[in-house]
């Protein structure tokens, strides 16, 4: 399996913040390999425009399991479907003190724990990408 790994050199003026780090066509194959849920807090997510009026759900963003600031790459691998609540709540704190702050929040997330949510994180970022459908148009 060839991976093409892109240097962090070449990145460096990105801080990962903001939309344009990330190709759109990459953050919603990484909403589909997630099935459009949280990877921490498993609510529904939609994009921004397709929202709508429905506000039971919550709005996609994309979060790196290893934060950028602590070297974290762009890669998929590394990237996982978040609610914006929970991205912003996260920051850049490491994947183990978020979790554990989500588990002990028993009542928003009934019988979440640290191992359950860092398992979700571990299957995510090891499920291939789903193959690009729109790209080609
Ligand atoms: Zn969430």
Known sequence: MVERRVSR???????????????????VRIYE????????????????????ADTSVRLASVDHVLPRCFGGSNEHRNLITSCVECNSRRGDRSVLSFAADLALDSLELEGAT??????????????????RTRDAA
Do not use: Q
């Open 33 to 52: 390999r997630d099935g459009y849920r949280c990877v921490w807090c498993v609510r529904m997510v939609v994009e921004g425009r397709r929202r709508g």
């Open 114 to 131: 640290i191992e359950t949510i860092t398992k979700r994180i571990f299957v995510a970022t090891r499920t291939p990408l789903p193959p």
């Open 9 to 27: 050199g070449i990145n460096a003026g990105n801080r990962g913040h903001g939309s344009k780090w990330l190709r759109p066509s990459t953050r």
